[in-house]
């Protein structure tokens, strides 16, 4: 049989490097994967004795992996155990992110192994790895990768739940998360049709995280924009499904909005009074005109000028 292809690492800024092999398995390891495969269907024992032997190995350790994580009951050694794993996996996936970039549209040919990219792409979301997570994401998306059945749904709707699922985890505990992850998990599903309340859940986290960059500008004339940014997203979330919990964020937001508002009102309706105040020959008519385009001019003003004719004293 012959050696195990060569296959192309594209981990140097995207161009190919040196060639490297993949993983190899001991004879005792394969045996014991191939008993275990052949016990699962046909198509795998095709698949481990079939003439690709890159393919094969790829697919016998992968359904090793996957045994011994049924077998851990714990999620947090779950995650420690794929962390540890997906080096094991990063040749194999690299070579076909460069079949990708270097195919014409949308289509790609099987590779007989087509279960192992979009595993690991979840696998990466999994154990937070949030730039190989959306580069995979990016291939899956672009050639309509079928997920794993055991999966049991789509690629875009479980990209956009399971993102927002971690990011709004980690803001109920009052910690950041990647916006710009947010950003390109809605860029790569936001054409694509999924369950409103999946949909509410990314909009909420990319809301929730747009409102915390707004609270940091807060008394600055950023401010106001900010929190305009941040609601935009927010309101759609609770449009979307108005148990997505985004209410009193809106409010938060809405009122801290309108205060500003009133405040450079109020600002605006003192420096016509003060310039009224300080010049002579303008008519008193005229500076509660001035004060009056304010949105919110006191109407205590208004009606002092009228009793005297005069503006009032401070």
């Known amino acids: 049989m012959p050696g195990p292809k060569q296959i192309v690492s594209s981990d140097g800024g995207g161009q190919p490097t040196a060639a490297v092999s993949m993983p190899v398995m001991s004879p005792a390891l ?7 495969i052949a016990a699962g269907g046909d198509a795998a024992v095709q698949l481990a004795t079939g003439v690709d032997p ?12 996957l045994r011994r994580l049924k077998e851990i009951q714990s999620i947090e050694r779950k995650i420690d155990a794929k962390r540890a794993m997906l080096p094991d996996y990063r040749p194999w996936c690299n070579f076909r992110l460069e079949l990708g970039a270097s195919a014409e549209g949308r289509e790609l040919p099987t590779s007989g192994a087509d279960d192992v990219l979009p595993t690991m ?21 672009r050639f309509d990768v079928p997920l794993p059945a055991r999966y049991r749904r789509g690629a ?18 009052g910690q ?5 992850v947010l950003r390109e998990v809605d860029f790569l599903t936001g ?55 985004a209410k ?16 450079a009102a109020d600002e ?47």
């Open 156 to 173: 875009a709707p479980l990209i956009a739940e399971e993102v927002a699922t971690v990011a709004l985890k980690a803001q109920a505990k």
């Open 121 to 141: 792409m979840i696998w990466s979301i999994d154990v937070g790895d949030w730039p190989r997570a959306l580069e995979l994401a990016e291939h899956v998306m």
């Open 248 to 263: 009193m964020t809106i409010g938060r937001l809405q009122k801290a909005i309108d205060g500003v508002a009133r405040a």
């Open 54 to 65: 890159d393919v094969a190995q790829i697919v016998l350790r992968l359904t090793h992996d």
């Open 268 to 314: 605006a309706t003192k420096a016509a009074i003060e310039a009224a105040k300080t010049d002579t020959n303008k008519p008193a008519a005229s500076a509660l005109a001035d004060a009056e385009k304010a949105p919110t001019a006191p109407a205590a003003i208004a009606a002092d000028t009228e009793q005297t004719g005069q503006p009032p004293v401070a």
């Open 30 to 36: 394969e045996h014991r994967l191939t008993s275990a």
């Open 191 to 245: 054409d694509v049709d999924m369950h409103d309340e999946i949909r509410a859940k990314l909009m909420k986290a990319l809301g929730t995280e747009l409102a915390r960059e707004a609270d940091n500008v807060a008394g600055t004339p950023e401010f106001t924009a900010a929190a305009a940014r941040a609601l935009e997203p927010l309101r759609r979330a609770q449009d979307l499904h108005d148990r997505v919990g």
């Open 176 to 180: 950041s998360f990647p916006l710009d």
